[in-house]
């Protein structure tokens, strides 16, 4: 994720193309953020235009800097994964949860573990108390979508 404000924004573009959408919002899930959401495909970020000075950890992004990102085969509306992406380590749409549970292991991560209740289950990893990443899990506990940071408006 980007600290370089508007620069991180414009080297994405310029990386990924004109985004297939751009959204702006006056909230982030039910913070009063202003941001915006590009999206390529099923792969999209978050642009926070201010700086969240209520993060209970005291993260902040430089306004206009990425701080967000959410890889997610719902997002365009189309079957398969477009752009072919991957998360952390590698992990891509349909990992199993076994393979999550080896790559993370507590020995590198504070925290990697299972959260939730069957149809609603995430496999979260962190260290300290701001990097990380969730993998949210299908019924089969198979990586559905995966994010980090900001993701203003879903989950």
């Not at 390529?40 to 970020?45: I, M, N, Y």
């Not at 072919?84 to 990992?95: E, L, M, Q, S, V």
Request: proline share 6%.
């Amino acid at each position: 994720m980007g600290r370089d404000g508007p620069q991180s924004t414009s080297t994405l573009i310029a990386a990924l193309g004109e985004p297939d959408e751009k959204a702006d919002s006056a909230t982030c899930g039910s913070s009063s953020l202003r941001n915006t959401t590009y999206r390529w495909g099923d792969f999209s970020v978050v642009v926070l235009h201010e700086v969240d000075t209520g993060d209970e950890y005291g993260e902040t992004y430089p306004p206009g800097s990425v701080s967000g990102w959410r890889i997610d085969p719902t997002l365009d509306g189309r079957p398969g994964l477009s752009p072919n992406a991957t998360g952390p380590a590698g992990t891509a749409i349909g990992t199993p949860l076994a393979i999550l549970e080896t790559r993370f292991d507590s020995e590198e991560w504070d925290y990697a573990g299972v959260e939730g209740d069957a149809g609603d289950r995430v496999f979260s990893i962190f260290v300290g108390d701001t990097t990380g990443a969730i993998f949210e899990l299908d019924d089969n506990d198979h990586v559905a979508a995966m994010l980090a940071g900001y993701s203003c408006g879903r989950r």
